[in-house]
């Protein structure tokens, strides 16, 4: 399920990436279970850097859809088979180390057991409140605000 933005307009957002030369796309997924979001370790790529935290997130392949791309990410990553992909919150975009830009679309998603996070994928987590989630994530903040506008 698309919320308030429908797939045509999801389909537009894309469209406007690619026109702006942005062709790595990945999609995220805000999880809230007891007033609570999930959030996945990522791991640095040297010894010397902490983890950090972020969404659960993947890239998106071609030929996917971005909802596609949600849901085998939750289920080949994260090991959620069934997930609601609801509303379009926003996007951000990312550099990597090739310096590519890589635009993520963040969508709310509701799982059905999210007390079984990574049980088959040995990832870590951890379930963080809204006012942690502002200081842990640079950009959460007006997501937050359309998550929370349709959720009250």
Known sequence: MIGLTGHGQIDELVSRTHSEGITDLAAAALIEHDGKFL?????ACDFDTPPAWKLP???V???????????????EHF???SADVGR???HNDHL???GQITRVFVFAVTVEHPDSICQNAHVGHRWIDTI???HT???IDGMLRVYYADNT
């Open 39 to 43: 959030l996945i370790e990522a791991t």
């Open 57 to 59: 997130t993947g890239r």
């Open 61 to 75: 392949w071609s030929g996917e859809t971005l909802v596609m791309g949600m849901h085998r990410i939750l289920a």
């Open 79 to 81: 090991g959620f088979s």
């Open 88 to 90: 379009f919150l926003g």
């Open 96 to 98: 990597d180390d090739r």
């Open 132 to 134: 942690s989630i502002s």
């Open 137 to 139: 994530l640079n950009g």
